[in-house]
């Protein structure tokens, strides 16, 4: 049985399918913990591109993220605490920060602070 985690993403993010391919076995939890690094991947690669379409592209993955953050167990929250949230603060800068914390639900805005802080 797949996790609820990859079964949401999954099922929200339609992009995601070029993603999984290579993933292995979907029972596993390592699968999803790469999973949403390699989302996080994406999402860095639209921050940098800009545009107004791939930033809404963006946003809408980030929702997906934060109702799984919300509405998920200690697992789940920290799995996208160490791999979608930390992959995404590596490629911070000042310049860049109030842009992208527009686009973080409040709820995920503090762990990405957070997250920023301690990395």
């Known amino acids: ?3 609820k ?3 949401t993403i999954r099922q929200w993010i339609p992009e995601t399918a ?6 292995g076995n979907l029972d596993d939890p390592a699968t999803a913990y790469l999973l949403l690094h390699r989302l996080a991947d994406t999402c860095a690669e639209k ?3 800009g545009h107004e379409g791939e930033l809404d592209r963006v946003k809408e993955i980030i929702k997906v993220v934060n109702l799984l953050y919300i509405n998920g167990n200690l697992y789940t929250r920290n799995a996208i605490e160490n791999e979608f949230l930390a992959t995404l603060s590596v490629e911070e800068s000042p310049g860049s920060l109030k842009k992208h914390m527009e686009l973080f639900p409040s709820e995920l805005r503090r762990e990405y602070i957070k997250t920023i802080l301690e990395n």
């Open 18 to 23: 070029d993603l999984i391919p290579d993933l």
């Open 1 to 3: 049985m797949k996790t």
């Open 47 to 49: 921050f940098k591109l």
């Open 5 to 7: 985690m990859i079964h």
